[in-house]
C-alpha cells in the first residue's frame, strides 16, 4: 500500500493524534480493512466502517488548539456544531483555532469579542455574523475566485483538520447528502482528517456532486432545525427600473442565467415571466429561480451543460426553495470548481451573467467587496462568470453589472476614482455592461474617453455635471462618444 493511497488514514492515526473515543475507533477500522485503499473520494461505501453517533458537545472534543476547522456554510451552516464548538473552545481553554469558511448563517458565536485568541475566523467570502470581526482586525478576509477554493484544499495549499457540515438524513444505502450547499465543501471534506456531519431532516436530498456515503464520516451527530432562509426583501422602484432594464434589453429567451444575490438579481427574476426556455447554470440562486420555474419560464432545454437541468453550487432562500429541492433530479448541485469554470461557462448558449456591485469609476473599474477600506463580502465568482459569459462559444454571452446610480445618502455611485482602500474585484479589462436605473452603458472596446462619456450618460441626473468636470480633470479631455 503506497504512502500516497493511505495518507488520511494515517494522520487520523498518527499525526492527528485523536482523543481515546475516537482512537480506537480509528486504529480497528484500519486493521480490518488492510485489504482495501482509503480513497478521500466520499461517494463509495468503505468496507467495514460506521461513523460514531454522539452528542454536538462530544463530536467538537476532537478539536485542540493550532487546529483548523472548516464549516459548513450558506443555509447548509451546521448551527449546533458551531455553538458546540464556541463552548468547548472556552471552557477547554483552547487557543489560536483556525474557523475557515464561506458566509455562514447564525450568530457565527466564535468570532464574537469574547472568543478573541481562542477563534480566529478566516472568511474566503464575508457573511453579515464575521464582518465586524474583520474589520476590527480579530478575523481574517482570504480574497480568492469562488472557482479556485477547492483548489486550496486538493492542492494541499491549506490543510483541513476538522471538517463539520450539514447533510440530509441517510437513504436506505447509507448515502446522505450536502444538500443545498455544494460549494467547496466537497473539496473539504475529500481533504479533512476528521469529518463530523450534524444528519437535519430538514435538509433537502439533492442530486449532483454532494452525496456522501456515512461511512466517510468520524462522528456523526442528529440535529433537527429549521434551515437558515433568506426571504426576499421590499424591492425599490429603482430596484424594479434596473430589472426591467436589463430584462427588457439583455436577457433573451433561450439564454443560460447566472444570478447574484441579492434584490437587483432579483428583480431581474421578477421582470423575466414572459421569457422562454431559459435556463440556469449559476453558482446561487433563490426563490425567484423556483417561481420562473413554476412560470414556465425555465426549461434548461436548450443548454448545453446538465440540458433539462437547472446546475448550481449552493441555494439560498425560504422554507419553499428548500421543499421544492428535495429529491428533486430538476435539480444538480455540483462542485464549485465544476459550476464556476470558465470553459464550462462559456459553452453554454447565451451566458448572461448578472452581478451586483457597490462602485465604478469612469473607467470602468468595479469594486464589489467593500467599502473603502472596510470589507463587505468577497471576490465571489462575480468575475468566474464574467469571463464566463464573456467568452462564451457562441459569442452572444452577455456580462452584466447593476448597481443604483446613488447611494441611500444620495451619493453617486459612479465615481471619479474609487475609494480609497477599495477593492477592485472586476477590473476595466474585464467590463463589458454597467446597468443603473437610468440605462446601459456598454464599456467593451470602448477607450477610457468613451467609457467616461457612456458612464456619465446613466449617472443620476444630479451628479452628470460634477463627472464631466472630474473626467475632464482626470483624462484631460472631454468624455465623448
Not at 23 to 45: D, G, I
Not at 148 to 158: C, G, S
Request: charged share 20%.
Amino acid at each position: 500500500m503506497s504512502a500516497v493511497s493511505i495518507c488520511k488514514t494515517v494522520s487520523r492515526v498518527v499525526k492527528f493524534r485523536l482523543p481515546a473515543q475516537y482512537s480506537s475507533v480509528s486504529l480497528n477500522a484500519q486493521n480490518r480493512r488492510s485489504f482495501h485503499l482509503y480513497s478521500p473520494e466520499p461517494f463509495h461505501p468503505i468496507p467495514d466502517k460506521s461513523p460514531t453517533w454522539m452528542s454536538a458537545e462530544e463530536a467538537v472534543r476532537v478539536v485542540r488548539s493550532d487546529m483548523r476547522v472548516y464549516v459548513h456554510g450558506a443555509a447548509a451552516t451546521p448551527i449546533t456544531l458551531v455553538e458546540a464548538l464556541s463552548e468547548h473552545g472556552l471552557s477547554s481553554s483552547l487557543s489560536n483555532v483556525e474557523v475557515m469558511h464561506i458566509h455562514t448563517e447564525g450568530p457565527g458565536t466564535y468570532a464574537k469579542p469574547e472568543y478573541e485568541g481562542i477563534f480566529r475566523s478566516n472568511s474566503l467570502f464575508i457573511g453579515a455574523n464575521c464582518r465586524e470581526a474583520v474589520n476590527s482586525g480579530r478575523g481574517d478576509f482570504t480574497p480568492i475566485f469562488l472557482c479556485e477554493i477547492p483548489l486550496l484544499f486538493r492542492r494541499k495549499l491549506i490543510e483541513l483538520d476538522v471538517a463539520m457540515i450539514s447533510v440530509s438524513s441517510p437513504d436506505k444505502h447509507g448515502f446522505c447528502t450536502l444538500g443545498p450547499s455544494v460549494d467547496c465543501t466537497r473539496a473539504a471534506i475529500q481533504n479533512a482528517r476528521f469529518i463530523i456531519g450534524l444528519v437535519n431532516p430538514h435538509m433537502p436530498r439533492t442530486f449532483g456532486d454532494g452525496m456522501i456515503h456515512m461511512s466517510h464520516f468520524d462522528a456523526m451527530v442528529k440535529g433537527d432545525y429549521p434551515l437558515p432562509e433568506l426571504k426576499a426583501t421590499e424591492q425599490t422602484d429603482i430596484e424594479k427600473q434596473i430589472g426591467r432594464v436589463i430584462a427588457g434589453n439583455l436577457v433573451q429567451d433561450g439564454a443560460t442565467l447566472q444570478m447574484g444575490i441579492g434584490s437587483i438579481p432579483d428583480a431581474v427574476l421578477d421582470a423575466l415571466w414572459s421569457h422562454r426556455d431559459l435556463g440556469i447554470h449559476s453558482e446561487m440562486f433563490s426563490d425567484g429561480v423556483m417561481d420562473l420555474v413554476e412560470r414556465g419560464a425555465i426549461t434548461n432545454a436548450q443548454k448545453v451543460i446538465h440540458p433539462g437541468k437547472i446546475v448550481g453550487g449552493f441555494a439560498m432562500g425560504t422554507r419553499k426553495l428548500y421543499e421544492f429541492m428535495d429529491d428533486n433530479p430538476f435539480i444538480v448541485m455540483c462542485d464549485i470548481a465544476f459550476v464556476n469554470n470558465v470553459s464550462i461557462i462559456s459553452q453554454n448558449p447565451r451566458v448572461t451573467a448578472i452581478n451586483s456591485c457597490i462602485e465604478v469609476d469612469l473607467t470602468g473599474q468595479v469594486v464589489s467587496d467593500s467599502i473603502g477600506t472596510r470589507m463587505y463580502s468577497g471576490v465571489g465568482g462575480q468575475v468566474d462568470f464574467m469571463r464566463g459569459a464573456a467568452l462564451s462559444n457562441d459569442g452572444l454571452g452577455k456580462p452584466i453589472l447593476a448597481l443604483p446610480s446613488t447611494t441611500k445618502r444620495g451619493e453617486s455611485k459612479i465615481v471619479p476614482f474609487i475609494k480609497e482602500g477599495a477593492g477592485v474585484v472586476t477590473t476595466r479589462a474585464h467590463v463589458h455592461y454597467i446597468v443603473t436605473e437610468y440605462g446601459i452603458a456598454f464599456l467593451f472596446g470602448k477607450n477610457v474617453r468613451q467609457r467616461a462619456h457612456a458612464l456619465i450618460e446613466i449617472a443620476h441626473p444630479d451628479h452628470r455635471e460634477h463627472l464631466e468636470e472630474a473626467a475632464f480633470k482626470r483624462l484631460k479631455c472631454m468624455p465623448s462618444p
